[in-house]
């Protein structure tokens, strides 16, 4: 997969904020050869190259069997962190809600619910996993902005989606117009771009910006957004060492070695380990 975001060929550059569209950035870090991180004034973190639309187009093709299900171990941890995600939002929901996962990969998560008695639907772009969750749930796909979908929705689910948006405002608008009023938008599993892991290892943070992952938001950030379409922050987490990822004793050890190297003047080597305040659970309500 590097090879295509990586490959000049599929790459274009990102000239304004893709979310706010201002041209007032200032670059933050470097990525690799001439990409960079830039930060905007709005407090978005962006790709200055992002895919094309024939990058997209291969990128998610077959992404659920490339990536997402690659790795076994992972993807055992991945249901472990599911459980986790589950059990902070159930206690928002009442009973039989209508729930739409844009994401949903093969509908995994979604099956959490579903066995709670909520009535479920996925979004999906990428073909292999559109077709896999369609075998469960009532699943539209394509690009989410563009799709008809029925309003009326209790909960949108965006898990671990948003760094890939090439216009993200397009999708809080959809989400927030397919929410019936009180109805809530789930973030989850999200890179939080103002964690102090991003501040002290920028380019080798785990979650880094790339030409694909191109847009990295934090809780401020998000909060103004959604407050645009009069949505408000209603719960906020950030899962650590409840998550089957942590190791507190040599995640504080690997992070005070970056420390020191970094007080000594030396570039930090190694990619952050799992750390408090890295990834953001936010759950906002539309008012
Ligand atoms: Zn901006």
């Not at 249901?79 to 809600?97: G, N, Q, W």
């Not at 992070?255 to 990619?271: F, I, N, P, S, Y």
């Amino acid at each position: 997969m590097d090879a295509v975001y990586l490959n000049p060929r599929y790459l274009e550059n990102v000239v304004s904020c893709p979310v706010c569209e201002r041209a007032e950035s200032s670059v933050a870090y470097g990525v690799t050869g001439h990409v960079k991180v830039m930060r905007c004034a709005c407090g978005v973190f962006y790709c200055d190259n992002r895919l094309t639309e024939e990058g997209l187009a291969i990128y998610w093709k077959d992404y659920l069997d490339n990536e997402h299900n690659a790795d076994d171990a992972e993807r055992a941890l991945r249901r472990r962190m599911y459980l986790v995600d589950f059990d902070y939002i159930a206690r928002f929901l009442r009973d039989t809600s209508k729930i739409l996962d844009v994401g949903c990969a093969d509908g995994l998560f979604l099956d959490l619910f579903a066995a709670r008695g909520h009535v479920c639907g996925g979004v999906e772009f990428g073909h292999s996993a559109a077709r896999a969750a369609a075998q469960k749930y009532p699943v539209w796909e394509g690009y989410f902005p563009d799709l008809d979908i029925p309003p009326d929705h209790d909960l949108i689910i965006f898990r671990g989606v948003l760094q890939y948006l090439q216009k993200p405002r397009l999708f809080f608008q959809k989400a927030v117009s397919l929410l019936r009023r009180g109805g809530l938008i789930f973030i989850t599993a999200q890179p939080n771009m103002d964690s102090y892991c991003h501040r002290l290892y920028q380019n080798k943070f785990r979650f880094r910006l790339t030409p694909c992952d191109c847009v990295g938001f934090s809780p401020k950030s998000l909060s103004g957004e959604f407050a645009l379409l009069r949505c408000s922050l209603v719960g906020e987490q950030f899962f650590y060492e409840e998550t089957p990822y942590a190791n507190p004793e040599e995640d504080i050890a690997a992070v005070h070695k970056a420390l020191q190297c970094g007080r000594a003047g030396g570039a930090v080597m190694e990619t952050s380990p799992p750390f408090w305040g890295n990834m953001m659970t936010l759950v906002f309500r539309k008012q």
